[in-house]
Every structure is written in structure tokens, then in C-alpha cells.
């Protein structure tokens, strides 16, 4: 059981903004996901290795050989707040 | 020492460590992995967490963190991979940290300190790697901070202890013989001023007997080992003071003030540790098989618990001049090639714990940028032995050797610093030097044998120093039995 509640809780974590009517439908939505999990669950995986990616890939590297980072100005400009070089963002400390 | 706690309690602390590799490039793209560079010039569309981007694992990460974890004893997962820590802060544009959570490179392994009744073994519970956060300033720009992702990517190992230390002096070796350990893997800079070595600690007391964990406190801006030494000693009173007066620990994150001497709880609204970590699914799982293990574990040097013991056997060393030798690798590297040119091995460790060191300290750099031969130190003790230096002139060819990489010979003849030992020479100060001071004569022939000293010095003087000592000695006692 998913509640209300829980649903905002998420949300404010994740720094969504949810209208009143939109935690109704995403409760309803989750719960639906939820029931669905619950389905799975009681598939017998005794047999089956554990799957942490999709691809049958392991071991993909990248040698340790420096490429060009982008010019300062270039990164700063992405977005529109910044000062000398930085990226400035609201206090986040008092 | 747990003197400062009463009879009641028992202290309990753990501690992670977090460790800058210094890999060229950073962990999951080819930026430059390096320090000081201008804010936001070492970044790209990864690093920045731009959409449609992918990271891939920098190998040379990998490896060392393979070293470390054998270097700590751990064992090594065949089967790793990495988890997404969530969290929302500027310092982290994705807005996860890609960490690793149920599958950590290492496990399981320990670290042996030094305590009172002889060593006790620290375990280490995991080390994990992980990419490291950007770096916010909030004091430049008024209800702003500031935000450079240099140090985004940058790649780091956490490692975490169990719970296993009991004093804030336990918690102090721990982290010395740590951080020797890492110097020795090569694998960082260790250094505590730029980041590339950071501390946090839990804490907690319980009743003496007791097996149950108390509540904890995490101790955070621990900038040098004296700080976590300080902030522990701080919490434990802390602590001490609330759980006699009947009331109960908060769990939380403090802060440890340095200019106040005091931790500080941090009130933030980042304190709701639901990070909801889950496979990251932009990379792919990684297996390391034995064969690279061993590949590993045979490129490692001789780590400082090993060295320190056999210096001790080898070479007849004590605690204390082996436990300074081994402080530094480059040193104890020095020490060993002396002894291949030299049987003197107290005085070439007294020359290396002393001047050496004095130097070293002073200018503060390392061996390496010194141009001192270890043949040269050798020949310098030589010297002294054969009565061609006074001790005292030895330092001052030292000094020289330091400065010019010079060989001591040749400073001695260009200074004109060898002693004279030739009895003709001495002669004629020796005349003068008690033709000079009678009264001291008479009182040295009435058996106060202390006052030679006094000549000696006044002929010392005379010769600017280039006499010997030992010489003048003799030659002033058969003089006045003479006379």
C-alpha cells in the first residue's frame, strides 16, 4: 500500500512540485506499479542469476589518457547564472 | 587514553576515510584529475551531468583501488558494481553520486595499530569506490555560493572501519599508519590541506559491558588528524556529561570548530539520509578475476608494518629509529643504500634522524630535491672517524652538501675545513695557549683535571677550529706533567 503521504514525501525529495489532483493520479499510478512488483515477486528465480544491467556486458573501460575538458567560459555558459568563473546558485548555507 | 571518561562508560568509534586516487584522469571521463586548476576549466559534458551523456570506468581506478583493498587485507569482490546515491546539492550536477552500495570492490579486511599491551587489529569493513562532489565557496557573493565542478569525477575510495576503535588515541594511530599505508601504494597525494585525504568519525559511549551500540554522533570538517583527535575528545565529554545527567544522545551530524575547540550540530534540512541507492544503469557490472588480483598484489611495495620489522632485525635498529626511518619511503630507501657503502649503521641512522631531517624539515621538501648521495653521507661519517672532521665541522660539510651537491672531499679541501692532527702544528698553540692562562695551569696541577677542558677550547679557538679536539687534549696533559 502506497499512500498519499508517501507519494509527496518522494516528490519533495526528488524536488517535484505536485498539484493536489496530480498526487491523487500518481498514487493510483505507483500503487498499480506496486501491485505489479508484487506479481513478480512470487516468480521462482531460484534458478536465475541476479541481473544488475540489461546488456549480457561486463568490464567496460576507459584507458587513463587525458582528453580536452571544455574552455571555462564555454562550461559556465550553460547556464545563465554565474560570476568570475563560477556557477553560482542560491545560498545553500546560512 | 581514556582518561579523560569516567569508570562508567565505554567509548566506540568508527571511521571513514575518504581518498582522492591520483589518477591522470578522473573516474568516469578523460578531464585532467588535478588540483588548483582555474574553477570550472577541467570539465566536460559528463562531469557536468549533461542529458545523453554516459560514463564509462577509468581502469587506473580500478586498479588502485585493488591495491588498497590488499594493502588493508580485504578481500576482493570477483563481482563489483556501482550504485546511484540521490541526493539533491550544487556540488552534485547529476543529482545522484555514483557510489557503490551491496557490491564493494573490498571487504573484510584490517589494519594492526599500535596500543599499550603491544598491537590491536582495526577492522576494516568495506572500501568502496566512488566519484567525488564539486566544490562550493558561499562566502564571495552575497546569498549565493559558488559552484566549480573541477573536482567532480574526481575518483575516491571510502574506507570504513567497524566499530572497533575504543579511544580517541586509537583513533589517531589508525589514521597515521593509514595514511603511511596509502603513501607507500602511491596511489595518492594524502594531503589533508588540498582534499585528497578526508576524515569523518562516528562516536557513540556505552555502559562498560555492555554489547549494544549507543546513539551516535557523525563528526564532520575534520581538517588534520590533530582536529579528529580533538573533536573526539571533545564528544566524548560531550556525550559523558548528557548520558549521566539522564538524558539521551541525538543522532546527528556535527561539525567540529576549530577556532572554538568544539563540535557543533549542523541543523541542516540535508539531514534526511533517504539517498534511495539503486543499480546505475549506465554502467555495466565488472568482474575481476584472480589473475589480476595476483598482478596486483605482486606489483606492491613493502608496506610499512613489514619494513618496520625487518629494519628492526636487519640492520639492529630500535623502535624509535626504525619507526622514523620508515615515515617516510624515500628515507628508508636512503638509509638501506647507506648501509651498502658503510658498516656504520647507528651513525648513518643518527645522520639521517638529525641533520638530515633538520634539513628536510626546514626547507620543507623531500629527499628527492635534495641532492644528497647516499656514497657521499657515508664518506661524510668516514671522514669523521678517521679524526679528519670535528664533529662539529662535519655539520657544516653537511650543510654544504645539502645546499650544493657537493662531495664532502671536496668541500673539505675548497673550506679548508680538515682538522690538523700534525703534533708540529699543535705544537705552537699549545705553548701559547698555557703561556697564556697560568692561573688555570696552577689550578689544573693542584688536580682540578676539569679546567683542561677550558684549554682545549681556548686552543679550539685559536686554530679556528681546525684543530683536534683529541689531539690538543693529549698534547696539553703531557705538557704540564713535563713541565
Redesign the interface.
Known amino acids: 500500500m502506497i499512500t498519499q503521504k508517501d507519494v509527496k514525501y518522494i516528490a519533495s525529495?526528488?524536488?517535484i512540485n505536485l498539484k493536489e489532483q496530480e498526487v491523487g493520479r500518481l498514487t493510483k499510478n505507483l500503487e498499480a506499479i506496486l501491485h505489479y512488483i508484487e506479481k513478480l515477486k512470487k516468480v521462482d528465480v531460484s534458478q536465475v542469476q541476479p541481473t544488475?544491467?540489461?546488456?549480457p556486458?561486463?568490464?567496460?573501460?576507459?584507458?587513463?589518457?587525458?582528453?580536452p575538458?571544455?574552455?571555462?567560459d564555454k562550461?559556465?555558459k550553460?547556464s545563465q547564472?554565474h560570476?568570475?568563473?563560477?556557477?553560482?546558485?542560491?545560498?545553500?548555507?546560512e | 587514553m581514556t582518561s579523560s571518561i569516567g569508570q562508567k562508560f565505554e567509548t566506540v568509534i568508527g571511521l571513514e576515510v575518504h581518498l582522492q586516487l591520483n589518477t591522470k584522469t578522473k573516474i568516469f571521463c578523460g578531464c585532467a584529475n588535478l588540483f588548483g586548476a582555474e574553477p570550472n576549466s577541467l570539465t566536460c559534458p559528463v562531469c557536468l551531468g549533461l542529458p545523453g551523456t554516459l560514463p564509462v570506468l577509468n581502469k587506473a581506478a580500478l586498479l588502485s583501488a585493488i591495491k588498497v583493498a590488499l594493502a588493508l587485507n580485504c578481500s576482493v569482490n570477483p563481482r563489483v558494481k556501482f550504485d546511484r546515491k540521490n541526493y539533491y546539492y550544487p556540488d552534485l550536477p547529476k543529482g545522484y553520486q555514483i557510489s557503490q552500495y551491496d557490491l564493494p570492490i573490498a571487504e573484510h579486511g584490517f589494519v594492526m595499530i599500535p596500543v599499550p599491551e603491544g598491537t590491536k587489529k582495526i577492522n576494516v569493513k568495506r572500501a568502496h569506490l566512488e566519484e567525488d562532489a564539486g566544490k562550493l565557496v558561499h562566502d564571495m557573493v552575497a546569498h549565493s555560493s559558488l559552484v566549480d565542478y573541477n573536482r567532480t569525477g574526481t575518483p575516491l575510495i571510502e574506507i570504513v572501519t567497524e566499530p572497533d576503535l575504543r579511544s580517541s588515541q586509537e583513533a589517531y594511530d589508525y589514521l597515521n599508519i593509514l595514511k603511511l599505508t596509502l603513501q607507500y601504494l602511491n596511489v595518492s597525494d594524502c594531503d589533508m590541506e588540498k582534499g585528497s585525504l578526508r576524515c569523518d568519525a562516528n562516536i557513540s559511549l556505552r555502559e562498560k559491558g555492555s554489547t549494544q551500540l549507543g546513539t551516535k554522533t557523525e563528526l564532520k570538517n575534520l581538517n588534520s588528524f590533530r582536529a579528529v583527535k580533538a573533536s573526539l575528545e571533545f564528544e566524548v565529554h560531550r556525550q559523558e556529561q548528557l548520558l549521566l545527567a539522564g538524558e539521551r544522545i541525538v543522532q546527528e551530524t556535527r561539525l567540529w570548530n576549530d577556532e572554538k575547540q568544539m563540535t557543533l550540530s549542523m541543523r541542516s534540512k540535508e539531514e534526511a539520509h533517504d539517498y534511495r541507492y539503486f543499480p546505475e544503469p549506465d554502467l555495466v557490472p565488472f568482474t575481476i578475476d584472480q589473475a589480476t588480483i595476483e598482478k596486483v598484489r605482486e606489483s606492491l611495495p613493502e608496506l610499512p608494518a613489514a619494513k618496520f620489522d625487518r629494519l628492526r632485525k636487519q640492520y639492529q635498529l630500535s623502535d624509535y629509529d626504525a619507526g622514523i626511518i620508515i615515515q617516510d619511503q624515500t628515507i628508508a630507501d636512503f638509509f638501506e643504500k647507506c648501509t651498502q657503502h658503510s658498516q656504520e649503521i647507528k651513525k648513518i641512522c643518527n645522520w639521517i634522524i638529525g641533520p638530515l631531517l633538520q634539513e628536510i624539515n626546514s626547507r620543507k621538501t623531500g629527499l628527492a630535491e635534495l641532492s644528497l648521495k647516499p656514497q657521499d653521507l657515508t664518506t661524510l661519517i668516514q671522514r669523521v672517524e678517521e679524526g679528519v672532521l670535528s664533529n662539529l665541522s662535519a655539520k657544516e660539510v653537511f650543510a654544504l652538501m645539502v645546499e650544493t651537491g657537493q662531495t664532502p672531499d671536496a668541500i673539505i679541501k675548497d673550506k679548508g675545513l680538515a682538522q690538523v692532527s700534525d703534533d708540529s702544528a699543535l705544537e705552537g698553540i699549545v705553548q701559547s695557549v698555557i703561556g697564556e692562562n697560568q692561573s688555570v695551569v696552577e689550578q689544573i696541577k693542584q688536580g682540578k683535571d676539569s679546567a683542561i677542558g677550558f684549554l682545549v677550547g681556548q686552543a679550539m679557538k685559536k686554530s679556528q677550529g681546525k684543530g683536534n679536539p683529541k689531539k690538543f687534549g693529549e698534547l696539553i696533559k703531557r705538557r704540564l706533567q713535563d713541565g
Do not use: M, T, W, Y
Not at chain 1, 52 to 55: E, Y
Not at chain 1, 69 to 72: I, P
Not at chain 1, 83 to 93: A, E, L, M, T, Y
Open positions: 525529495l526528488s524536488r544488475s544491467h540489461v546488456f556486458l561486463n568490464n567496460v573501460f576507459r584507458e587513463d589518457v587525458v582528453q575538458s571544455l574552455h571555462q562550461a559556465i550553460i547564472n560570476h568570475q568563473g563560477s556557477f553560482k546558485v542560491p545560498k545553500v548555507i
